[in-house]
C-alpha cells in the first residue's frame, strides 16, 4: 500500500510562484513514474506533468501544453518525493492539485491540495 500526500497549496495572486510537493509513504516509489493532475471546480481531473523513472533524480518529463514553460515536476527519490514547481501563475490554474502514481498495475491517488489564484 501507498500514500500520497501532498502540500504547498494556497491563495497566491497572478503571477506568482508555488512548491507543491508530494511525499510517498507506504513502499518505495523507485521505479515508477510520477505524476500530477489537477481539478478545477465543476471540471474534470486533467494531466498536468508526469516525470519517469531515471537512476538517479531525475526522469524524462511530460508537460500539459497550457503549463509547459511554467510548471517543472521534479523527483528526489532519496526522500520518496515528487515535487511540481508552478511559476507565473494565472487564475485558471486554480484547482485542486493531486499527486499520483501507478504502482504494481494500481493506481494511488494523493488526498490534493488547493492552489487559488487571484487576478
Known amino acids: 500500500q501507498v500514500q500520497l500526500v501532498e502540500s504547498g497549496g494556497g491563495l497566491v495572486q497572478a503571477g506568482d510562484s508555488l512548491r507543491l510537493s508530494c511525499a510517498a509513504s507506504g513502499r518505495t516509489v523507485r521505479g515508477y513514474d510520477m505524476a500530477w493532475y489537477r481539478q478545477a471546480p465543476g471540471k474534470e481531473r486533467r494531466f498536468v506533468a508526469r516525470?519517469?523513472?531515471?537512476?538517479?533524480?531525475?526522469?524524462?518529463?511530460y508537460y500539459a501544453d497550457p503549463v509547459k514553460g511554467r510548471f517543472t515536476i521534479s523527483r528526489d527519490n532519496a526522500k520518496n518525493t515528487v515535487f511540481l514547481q508552478m511559476n507565473s501563475l494565472k487564475p485558471e490554474d486554480t484547482a485542486t492539485y493531486y499527486c499520483?502514481?501507478?504502482?504494481?498495475?494500481?493506481?494511488?491517488w494523493g488526498q490534493g491540495t488547493q492552489v487559488t489564484v487571484s487576478s
Open positions: 516525470i519517469s523513472w531515471s537512476g538517479g533524480s531525475g526522469g524524462n518529463t
Open positions: 499520483y502514481a501507478d504502482i504494481g498495475l494500481q493506481d494511488y
